[in-house]
């Protein structure tokens, strides 16, 4: 099993109560959607259903959801309907979308989930095989940027340039960006967060002292997160 899917699968019955960015990210990111009726909606990475949930606060107007997510702990979490799929798969590999048509009007989001693409370049291509408006929203390298640096680690994350550059190969892209900052009354809740939220994914590479070394000289009470907010539209030649 991939190294993300542990990390994510491991918490997931607590991934609710460990993803307070996230939970904003998703709903920043639904009120972006200027909802008309929506035909199919195709979440991916979807989760525990952040998303749908903000969807369901807003409009019951769309037709179908479909579910996307790796990890079927997450997708046993994910509400269920008559209009819901729910699919496993993985977002690095070629079949993830083979077989998903939306149809006119439908749409693509992703929040807080591209960020663990293995080679972004590759799942956009995937992506953009559905001829869709997408909206995504991306953690970017500037995600526990200070704590990057005092730990001397470079992020295991796409930088915004990366995102923006390669996104712009497969869509007509508008761009905005968001920074937030989440506060710890100690730098152990902060480190038990870092560990539970899902966010750090990969990068647990640190060892204990390491660890204990970086809580010591990481003097700020906050941790810091930047997401990169993503409008895009199909190129003409692409859906044809
Ligand atoms: C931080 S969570 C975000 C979940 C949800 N979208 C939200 O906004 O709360 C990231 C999700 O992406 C999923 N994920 C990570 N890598 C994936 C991959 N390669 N293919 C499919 N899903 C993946 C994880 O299992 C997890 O449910």
Same mark, same amino acid.
């Given at each position: 099993?991939?190294?993300?899917?542990?990390?994510? %699968?491991?918490?997931? %019955?607590?991934?609710? %109560?460990?993803?307070?960015?996230?939970?904003?990210?998703?709903?920043?990111?639904?009120? #972006?959607?200027?909802?008309?009726?929506?035909?199919?909606?195709?979440?991916?990475?979807?989760?525990?259903? #952040?998303?749908?949930?903000? /969807?369901?606060?807003?409009?019951?107007?769309?037709? *179908?959801?479909?579910?996307?997510?790796?990890?079927?702990? #997450?997708?046993?979490?994910?509400?269920?309907?008559?209009?819901?799929?729910?699919?496993?798969?993985?977002? *690095?590999?070629?079949?993830?979308?083979?077989?998903?048509?939306?149809?006119?009007?439908?749409?693509?989001?992703?929040?807080?989930?591209?960020?663990?693409?293995?080679?972004?370049?590759?799942?956009?291509?995937?992506?953009?095989?559905?001829?869709?408006?997408?909206?995504?929203? &991306?953690?970017?390298?500037?995600?526990?940027?200070?704590?990057?640096?005092?730990?001397? &680690?470079?992020?295991? &994350?796409?930088?915004?340039?990366?995102?923006?550059?390669? &996104?712009?190969?497969?869509?007509?892209?508008?761009?905005?960006?968001?920074?937030?900052?989440?506060?710890?009354?100690?730098?152990?809740? #902060?480190?038990?967060? /870092?560990? !539970?939220?899902?966010?750090?994914?990969?990068?647990?590479?640190?060892?204990?002292?390491?660890?204990?070394?970086?809580?010591?000289?990481?003097?700020?009470?906050?941790?810091?997160?930047?997401?990169?907010?993503?409008?895009?539209?199909?190129?003409?030649? !692409?859906?044809?």
């Amino acid at each position: 099993m991939p190294e993300v899917v542990e990390e994510f %699968s491991r918490f997931a %019955s607590q991934y609710d %109560s460990y993803s307070i960015i996230q939970a904003q990210v998703a709903k920043t990111l639904v009120e #972006m959607i200027p909802f008309g009726h929506q035909t199919t909606i195709l979440d991916i990475g979807c989760g525990s259903g #952040m998303v749908y949930k903000n /969807i369901m606060e807003l409009t019951r107007s769309f037709d *179908n959801f479909i579910a996307l997510d790796f990890s079927p702990q #997450m997708l046993a979490l994910h509400p269920c309907a008559t209009n819901i799929e729910k699919i496993e798969a993985d977002f *690095n590999s070629f079949h993830a979308f083979k077989n998903i048509s939306l149809g006119e009007g439908g749409v693509v989001l992703s929040s807080s989930a591209l960020q663990w693409c293995k080679d972004l370049d590759f799942t956009l291509a995937q992506i953009a095989q559905i001829p869709c408006q997408v909206y995504f929203a &991306i953690f970017t390298a500037n995600t526990f940027k200070t704590l990057h640096q005092v730990a001397g &680690i470079t992020s295991p &994350i796409y930088p915004q340039s990366i995102l923006k550059d390669t &996104i712009q190969k497969y869509y007509h892209a508008s761009f905005e960006t968001k920074e937030y900052r989440l506060e710890f009354g100690s730098a152990r809740e #902060m480190f038990r967060y /870092i560990k !539970k939220s899902g966010v750090s994914g990969r990068e647990r590479k640190l060892t204990y002292k390491q660890t204990k070394a970086l809580m010591e000289s990481y003097t700020l009470n906050y941790l810091e997160f930047e997401v990169l907010f993503v409008k895009g539209d199909i190129f003409e030649s !692409k859906t044809t």
